[in-house]
């Protein structure tokens, strides 16, 4: 006590701020592959392939080919409030991006041997070569290099919390870390149909899905790729709007529905959230049709204008705050009580005792 109560206050090192700020971010592997894969999502890749190696607390390289950094912003990327995506406050009441906060990449590499490599996209001045840079032990950079990279950006994570104990005693098995990571790709993938995604572990191919495109029946393929085989024939498809909201997807039958709550998939705005109120909304909507004890599937997406739904509300962006949540609630309820009693319209075995 003496020794806190006679210290002066001190502005804490960079590198120790980013650390700080990577006990909210970087929980686990499966946190660094999020951030990672939301990077490349909002440089428009079309496509995006994952490495791990044993659950990703050894190795974890993320790479795309979306519109790549330019050299001499290499080191911004890696610096803490550095962003591209946000520039003023009006900005962040409608943030259209997966990233913003502009600390994932710093706080990644205060807690591992972080190095980025990328290649700018062809208008830019530097587009005909890759660079890369890295963070030493120390956490100071090492300045850019040339290295060999096709269009688009590598993100290359190694011994995740070596120089944080503490945090790295908190890690399970490799079997799930990366089961963690595996789950992790498969949200995306659903929410993504139109970017390739390959996941490898340790050398094996666990996920390789191509690019769906606008192809309906590929879409349907994907679904039943990540679901499960039968997901599609057993699912009724939904769309609807009304005034600021469109709600579209996927709700399996209730006849289909699930001992575990193990497909439950809900984004807003294309971003996954995990929302008391969404779930909230749709049990109540499946609570006629199903059985005490059994879980609903759906794969739902909410869309609605940006400036109606704050997505800042925790670092990690698990969780949103709408603005009109009663109007959402209900929405969300009216489509699918309306989607549920037309499907189940008829098939007996499911009539509810
Ligand atoms: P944020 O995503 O919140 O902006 P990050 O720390 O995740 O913050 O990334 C910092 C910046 O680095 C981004 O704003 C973006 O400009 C750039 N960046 C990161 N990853 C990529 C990538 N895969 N492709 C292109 N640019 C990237
Ligand atoms: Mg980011």
Same mark, same amino acid.
């Given at each position: 006590f003496h020794a ?6 001190r502005?804490?090192?960079d ?5 700080i700020?990577a006990?909210?971010v970087?929980e686990r592997p ?7 894969v939301?990077?490349s ?8 392939e ?19 950094i330019?050299?001499d912003?290499?080191a911004l ?6 962003t591209?995506?946000v520039a003023e406050l009006r ?6 991006t997966?990233?913003f906060?502009?600390? *994932? %990449?710093?706080?990644? +590499?205060?807690?591992s #041997? !972080?190095t ?5 996209? =062809?208008d830019a ?6 660079w ?11 300045p850019?290099?040339?290295a060999a990279?096709p269009?688009?950006t590598s ?15 908190f890690?399970?098995t ?6 963690h990571i595996h ?6 993938a659903?929410?993504?149909p ?8 340790n050398?094996k191919d ?7 495109g606008g192809d ?8 039943n ?5 039968d997901?599609?024939?057993?699912s009724l *498809? %939904?769309?609807e709007? +009304?005034?600021?909201l #469109? !709600?579209?997807?996927w709700?399996m039958r209730? =006849?289909?529905s ?5 497909q439950?998939f809900?984004?807003v705005?294309g971003?996954m959230v995990r929302?008391?109120?969404?779930t ?7 609570s006629d049709?199903l059985?005490?004890?059994r879980?609903?599937a759906?794969v ?13 509300v925790?670092p990690a962006?698990?969780?949103v705050?709408f603005r009109?949540?009663r109007?959402v609630?209900?929405?969300?309820y ?6 549920l009693?037309?499907g189940t ?9």
């Amino acid at each position: 006590f003496h020794a806190v109560m006679s210290s002066p206050i001190r502005i804490l090192a960079d590198h120790l701020v980013n650390q700080i700020a990577a006990g909210e971010v970087v929980e686990r592997p499966a946190s660094v592959v999020k951030e990672l894969v939301e990077n490349s999502l909002d440089a428009g890749c079309g496509r995006i392939e994952i490495d791990v190696e044993q659950g990703g607390v050894k190795r974890l390289r993320v790479r795309d080919d979306g519109r790549g950094i330019p050299r001499d912003q290499l080191a911004l990327a890696l610096s803490r409030h550095a962003t591209s995506k946000v520039a003023e406050l009006r900005d962040l009441e409608a943030v259209g991006t997966l990233g913003f906060r502009g600390e *994932a %990449l710093p706080s990644i +590499a205060s807690v591992s #041997r !972080l190095t980025l490599t990328s290649r700018a996209a =062809a208008d830019a001045d530097d587009a005909d070569s890759a660079w890369e840079i890295g963070v030493g032990a120390d956490g100071r950079l090492i300045p850019a290099r040339p290295a060999a990279h096709p269009p688009g950006t590598s993100v290359d994570v190694r011994e995740l919390f070596f120089n944080t104990p503490a945090r790295r005693k908190f890690l399970r098995t490799e079997k799930t870390e990366f089961d963690h990571i595996h789950q992790l790709v498969r949200r995306v993938a659903l929410a993504h149909p139109e970017i390739g995604i390959q996941l490898r572990h340790n050398g094996k191919d666990i996920l390789s899905l191509g690019a769906a495109g606008g192809d309906e029946r590929k879409v349907l393929d994907r679904l039943n790729a990540l679901l499960g085989p039968d997901f599609a024939e057993q699912s009724l *498809a %939904l769309e609807e709007s +009304a005034v600021d909201l #469109r !709600l579209h997807g996927w709700v399996m039958r209730p =006849a289909f529905s699930r001992s575990q709550p193990d497909q439950q998939f809900f984004y807003v705005n294309g971003r996954m959230v995990r929302d008391k109120l969404v779930t909230h909304a749709v049990r109540q909507a499946f609570s006629d049709v199903l059985h005490h004890g059994r879980h609903p599937a759906y794969v739902l997406f909410l869309d609605t204008p940006p400036r109606l739904v704050d997505v800042n509300v925790h670092p990690a962006k698990h969780e949103v705050r709408f603005r009109e949540s009663r109007q959402v609630h209900d929405f969300i309820y009216r489509v699918l009580h309306r989607r549920l009693s037309q499907g189940t319209l008829g098939v007996t075995t499911e009539a509810v005792p």
